[in-house]
């Protein structure tokens, strides 16, 4: 599942941009890594912060999902067909150097995923908005922003919907590869033409309430923050900045 699900965690009751700027660290950190090592230990933390936010168990399903064919093509790719030497890993012998590229860069794709998923499900779409709102934000790129954030959850509600009321109607999806594929046209041409008509409706409702005129808005419940949570925020850039500062300076971790 992949979304926003409600809970009472500390990321949940942290201001929004807080876990934003730890998986944005995160992030940008990871690339700057460039051993399995130090890639591992990037794969660690989003794992802490997904048991932070108590939603670990939400993302490791579509984190295993999205990034384990990508896994075995890399190991495939840099292990099996990768650069001498080679190494006898039982009844295979892997290239070492491939296996050690394959290490660093599923390990990155991982440590992204989690980090995504994870931030996704505590940072509820509303209080980014006030959050959003009460730093003066554009409401054009608030908009964008959490339009995005929230596309997912709102396909899959209307897909499933779409799905039951055909089938009401008779559509059977089971039978041969052919009826399969046939069978996704009553369902991909309504999520389509539902998701313009959605898109529409919601320009007109936004301009029916003045989102396009000029002016600072005003929060009605804005987020609480701390100085705690700044220091944070502004160590978890640092962080990156420090990560990529040893990079380029030929110290890569």
Partial sequence: MIGYRPGGSPLHRAHPYTPLALAASLLLTVFAFGSPGAVGAAVLAAVVLAAAGGVLGYTARPALALGLATWVLL??????????????????????????????????LTAILVASLTVLAVVSPARLVDAMTDRGVAFGKMYLLVSTLTLVPRLRARAAQI????????????????????ALGPLVLPLILGTLAEVDE????????????PGRRTALEAPGDSALQRIVRWAALLLAVAAFAAKFAGHPL
Avoid: K, T, Y
């Fill in 75 to 108: 190991l495939v790719l840099h292990g099996l067909l990768g650069p001498e030497p080679f190494v006898a890993a039982g009844p295979l012998h892997v290239s070492a150097p491939g296996l050690r590229r394959a290490l660093v860069l599923g390990g990155r």
């Fill in 202 to 213: 919601q320009v007109l409702a936004l301009d029916a309430r003045g989102a396009g005129r």
């Fill in 163 to 182: 799905l039951e009321a055909q089938q009401c109607r008779g559509l059977r999806l089971g039978g041969s590869p052919l009826g399969r594929v046939a």
